[in-house]
């Protein structure tokens, strides 16, 4: 079955440190992978996509994720954590089709 | 703000009742997604819709309906509600059908079915 992982419920971290929040995930072909970000009763908002080419991709307020096709991984990384990031954070994939599966879903806590 | 619109905010509805929900996408957005999203199913994809066609169905009851009107405004009717479909139910729109197409949602319907 198709599935996204994201091991950890939650992640702490202090601010200004790095965070790295992770994802993993189980697909037939190339998938295409995305994170969003949750704010209190908010909708979800885009960060960032990985489609092709380089395994780095940079995306919105500082955040970047690495691809990594042999632990099937996508990590989401900022190198500098605000208190402001604090939020519910979802990878999701989109394998072929038109269908997306989302994570569980990984709560940033980011302490002053 | 995204640009996606839904309404209502808040609905509260007894086990039985029949409900409407309805999503307004972005300006020049022709898809339009549906996701249920509860603490113990997560955030589940449930149907989408592009330029009015059906386009990829996920994990939707049969006493789900959804369609996506001329306007490409979108409604997700609930029928025969049980306390289980209590959830906050949100609405994405984008700009294309494709897989690359990054989905912008809009605040949510919180569904409380007593």
């Known amino acids: 079955a198709q599935s996204v992982a994201q091991p950890e419920d939650q992640v702490n971290v202090a601010e200004g440190n790095p965070l790295t929040v992770k994802c993993t995930y189980s697909?037939?072909?190339?998938?295409?992978l995305f994170w969003y970000v949750q704010y209190p009763n908010r909708g979800l908002q885009f960060l960032l996509k990985?489609?092709?080419?380089?395994?780095l991709v940079k995306g919105s307020y500082g955040f970047e994720a690495e691809f990594n096709k042999s632990q099937t991984s996508f990590h989401l990384k900022k190198p500098s954590a605000l208190v402001s990031d604090s939020a519910l954070y979802f990878c999701?994939?989109?394998?072929?089709?038109?269908?997306?599966?989302f994570g569980a879903g990984t709560r940033l806590f980011v302490k002053a | 703000d995204s640009g996606v619109t839904q309404t209502p905010k808040h609905l509260i509805t007894a086990t039985g009742q029949r409900v409407t929900l309805r999503c307004s996408p972005r300006?020049?957005?022709?898809?339009v997604y549906w996701y249920q999203q509860s603490l113990d199913q997560g955030l589940q994809f449930l149907i989408q819709y592009y330029n009015g066609e059906e386009r990829a169905k996920g994990n939707i009851l049969e006493r789900f309906s959804a369609q996506q009107f001329p306007d490409l405004h979108s409604e997700l009717n609930l029928s025969s509600l049980e306390l289980g479909d209590s959830a906050l139910y949100f609405c994405?729109?984008?700009?294309?059908?494709?897989?690359?197409?990054?989905?912008?949602f809009g605040p949510g319907t919180r569904l409380t079915v007593l």
């Open positions: 999701a994939v989109r394998p072929g089709g038109f269908k997306t599966i």
């Open positions: 300006s020049g957005d022709l898809s």
């Open positions: 994405a729109s984008s700009v294309g059908a494709g897989r690359d197409n990054e989905q912008f």
């Open positions: 697909v037939s072909g190339n998938p295409y």
């Open positions: 990985y489609i092709t080419g380089d395994n």
